[in-house]
């Protein structure tokens, strides 16, 4: 991937692009190609922090599994670009509407203006305060059963739970390995009952508290506990605590819904935000869109965007036939 955009930076005091996109990993870049190729002025506005960047490979997305998800951005970034799409690396801190669409203002001070507003900031995880977690994150310590279960086939899981309802989780990953344990100790008290259907289906509970991750090479070995004991484990499913990167749709007004991992920008189907001229895609506005789903609905809010351009062109294009039929009659 390259450290600078391959275009020069326009001149924000003389361009009005049809389309910003904060956010350059896949739903960013699914919806700049799309926008791109329909000939429309696009400007992506990058960090080069997609969430998934700690991990080597990504698994569940069609004609890509196994691919490394820098690589996958690399290609997007080029494809947007051949299209005429212009990416610049910069961070986006302030947004606000202006009368030409709206105006975001980057952290070396840049300025753009855009006639619609897509975001696709993403969101970033938390982990767990354990030593040696965060070391082996997207490698050995991953999230999502989707995502890597069927590579711990057969393997040791461990299941770092953060909330009883984390327990789903658990039961996900039954369909991958007979060998797994549940720590339960940084979760309220699991109830009874879910203890009991845990058992059931032969998967062990620890409630001991993990002070440790054990490495053997650059690979998870084990758990330590409070106690000094040694859990084996093969890899660890975490429950990081996540949240939307999503300062720009707050200072713009954007509503909010609560949803089984909390609140998140509320979108309807095709990506709008409660304020006209603003989506919100990928993780931006959805915490469970893996890859597919995120470059799914960048497509989808892209093909809105141009939708609802091209609509106010022919709206215009009536009003001024309209007016010269006047002109004529008259």
Not at 55 to 70: C, E, I, K, T
Not at 157 to 172: D, N, P
Not at 261 to 280: E, I, Y
Request: proline residues 5%.
């Amino acid at each position: 991937m390259t450290g600078t955009s391959e275009s020069p930076t326009p001149a924000p005091d003389r361009e009005i692009w049809d389309v910003v996109i904060i956010g350059g990993g896949a739903a960013g870049l699914s919806a700049a190609l799309i926008l791109a190729r329909a000939r429309r002025r696009v400007l992506v506005l990058d960090t080069q922090e997609p969430r998934n960047r700690f991990a080597p490979h990504m698994h569940g997305v069609l004609s890509r599994d196994g691919y490394a998800p820098l690589d996958l951005v690399a290609d997007g970034r080029r494809e947007v670009r051949a299209a005429d799409g212009v990416i610049v690396d910069a961070r986006a801190i302030e947004a606000r509407a202006t009368g030409d669409g709206f105006e975001v203002v980057t952290a070396d001070g840049a300025r753009f203006t855009g006639r619609r507003l897509i975001v696709a900031s993403g969101m970033r995880d938390a982990l767990p305060d354990i030593p040696g977690l965060a070391e082996q994150w997207g490698r050995g310590v991953v999230a999502c059963p989707y995502c890597d279960g069927y590579e711990a086939s057969g393997r040791a899981i461990g299941v770092l739970l953060g909330s009883a309802a984390g327990v789903h989780k658990a039961h996900m990953l039954r369909a991958y390995s007979d060998d797994i344990t549940v720590f339960t100790a940084l979760a309220e008290a699991l109830p009874e009952q879910d203890r009991r259907v845990l058992a059931q289906r032969g998967i062990r509970i620890d409630d001991r508290v993990v002070t440790g991750v054990v490495t053997e090479g650059d690979r998870v070995n084990a758990l330590r506990l409070v106690d000094g004991a040694v859990v084996q484990v093969d890899v660890v499913f975490a429950e990081p605590a996540m949240a939307a990167r999503d300062d720009v749709l707050r200072q713009l007004g954007a509503d909010r819904a609560e949803g089984p991992m909390g609140a998140w920008t509320a979108v309807d189907a095709l990506g709008r935000t409660s304020v006209p001229g603003v989506w919100a895609v990928g993780n931006a506005a959805n915490p469970g869109a893996l890859v597919p789903i995120a470059m799914g609905s960048g497509a989808t809010a892209a093909l809105a965007v141009n939708g609802e351009m091209i609509a106010e062109e022919v709206a215009a294009a009536q009003a001024a036939v309209a007016v010269r039929t006047s002109e004529e009659a008259a």
